[in-house]
């Protein structure tokens, strides 16, 4: 079990008897005292903490998370939980081992300062605090494009700080202060290594198979109510990040509208830009993990191929589809 309060201080007989619960994250078995990280819980009340049973990230998954075009090759320091106005004062031996791995790799791979709210409202983003102050072996480090007065916004995320041309052999010293009343962050050093599109691919939702794919689809045309009058569905082929017909579709696997697609590789590039897994339709915050390739229509798409100008097709109750071409216009 891991304690963002804990790690630091000796246990501490006021978290005695805290109520745990697992990470959600993929593969992640963490169990941790969650009030401990969300201050609107209540340690030892199982209601308070059933609201966020299914939303709660440990720190290790939120650091993997929040930046999945890169992986971690080692961990040199972290988590390490810093106040507001109480600097924060370190030293890390950097091996040639770490420094030969990060010119071998010639630019795939960066040294990583990381650094998360402990109470965030996003829980898989980084994010630096306000008054942020980093000096890394005398260099100070600007780690954030705004104003440092002016908060990350709900949309907005922050970016790892890239210590390769800073770090030296030995010890390296870290500095990090900040004025930010009432919050607590979580630094991270760590060796990553950046990946290849196909690489972060592999960290999608696997595809549910075209029968899978082919009951959810009358699953949504249906609807839940079973009395109402079953009708066709109209869904569109068109991507909004694009402006144009999907290539390749997909959609995030806990956003479940009939029209919550997307061209799988204009996500990913937007996510590598702006580090948000964001749904375009609903603008719900989701995760690589939930990106998922939609079945049902790439086999549409796949039929389609000879008919480019077809941006839009008509399902029935029965999971059938047609095409409905630009001509026919509304009936
Ligand atoms: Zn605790
Ligand atoms: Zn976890």
Redesign the pocket.
């Given at each position: 079990m891991q304690?963002p309060?804990?790690s630091l201080t000796p246990p501490d007989p006021r978290?005695a008897g805290?109520l745990t619960e697992t990470c959600t994250g993929p593969d992640c078995f963490v169990r941790q005292?969650m009030?401990?990280v969300r201050k609107d819980l209540d340690?030892f009340n199982l209601g308070s903490l059933a609201k966020v049973k299914g939303k709660l990230y440990c720190e290790s998954c939120r650091t993997k998370w929040s930046n999945p075009f890169f992986e971690k090759v080692k961990d040199i320091m972290g988590p390490i939980v810093v106040e507001s106005k109480q600097p924060l004062a370190v030293s890390r031996i950097i091996t040639r081992d770490h420094l030969s791995y990060i010119r071998k790799m010639d630019g795939q791979a960066q040294l990583q300062l990381i650094c998360l709210q402990l109470d965030d409202a996003v829980l898989l983003r980084q994010h630096w605090p306000l008054e942020v102050s980093l000096v890394v072996n005398d260099h100070a480090v600007r780690v954030i494009g705004r104003q440092s007065k002016i908060a990350l916004g709900i949309n907005q995320r922050d970016e790892a700080a890239n210590l390769n041309h800073i770090a030296r052999l030995g010890s390296n010293t870290i500095r990090f202060s900040f004025d930010d009343p009432g919050r607590k962050y979580i630094l991270f050093l760590q060796l990553m290594r950046k990946l290849t599109v196909e690489e972060v691919k592999k960290k999608m939702n696997p595809p549910l198979s075209l029968v899978e794919a082919e009951i959810r689809m009358k699953r949504l045309v249906m609807g839940d109510d079973e009395d109402l009058v079953t009708e066709r569905s109209r869904i569109s082929l068109k991507c909004p990040l694009l402006g144009s017909r999907m290539r390749r579709a997909a959609r995030f696997a806990d956003s479940d509208g009939i029209d919550n697609v997307f061209d799988l590789e204009a996500i990913l590039d937007s996510a590598q830009r702006t580090r948000r897994w964001i749904c375009p339709h609903s603008l719900r915050s989701s995760a690589l993990f939930h990106l998922q390739e939609d079945a049902y229509l790439n086999r549409v798409l796949d039929c389609l191929k000879d008919s480019p100008d077809v941006v839009e097709i008509e399902v029935d109750p029965e999971a059938r589809w047609r095409p409905i071409y630009p001509s026919s216009g509304e009936e």
């Open positions: 304690d309060n804990g978290f805290h005292h009030a401990c340690p």
